[in-house]
Nanobody
Framework: QVQLVESGGGLVQAGGSLRLSCVAS????????LGWFRQAPGKEREFVAA????????LYADSVKGRLTISRENDKNTVYLQMNSLKPEDTAVYYC?????????????????????WGQGTQATVSS
């Protein structure tokens, strides 16, 4: 069992930055692929970014490429989402997720059903 706890959300003006963190419990953190998703009011939860267990590969949604960066520190059981050049449309609750199953196709990390564990989310609000 893995427990995920997000932090770092808040209110920021358009063009500003936030750094989200997600700390995981458990000794096998380094074996999990990790992802960030977000959900805006009245919308489906959508994929944002993912990183493989080794940190060697990353995947991003087109809407965030070049602005958001996912990274991880396995010795700290932590995954990060650095968010720069934020836009009002980035306003959402951000969730981190951990995938227990290995996949050879990184594209699978964009699919919610691939993940086994989810955090409770952290709110990020971008004002115009």
């Amino acid at each position: 069992q893995v427990q995920l706890v997000e932090s770092g959300g808040g209110l920021v003006q358009a063009g500003g930055s936030l750094r989200l963190s997600c700390v995981a419990s458990g000794r096998t953190f380094s074996r999990y692929d990790l992802g960030w998703f977000r959900q805006a009011p009245g919308k489906e939860r959508e994929f944002v970014a993912a990183i493989t267990w080794s940190g060697g590969s990353t995947l991003y949604a087109d809407s965030v490429k070049g602005r958001l960066t996912i990274s991880r520190e396995n010795d700290k059981n932590t995954v990060y989402l650095q968010m720069n050049s934020l836009k009002p449309e980035d306003t959402a609750v951000y969730y981190c997720a951990a995938a227990q199953r290995w996949t050879s196709n990184i594209a699978n990390l964009a699919n919610r059903i691939h993940y086994d564990y989810w955090g409770q989310g952290t709110q990020a609000t971008v004002s115009s």
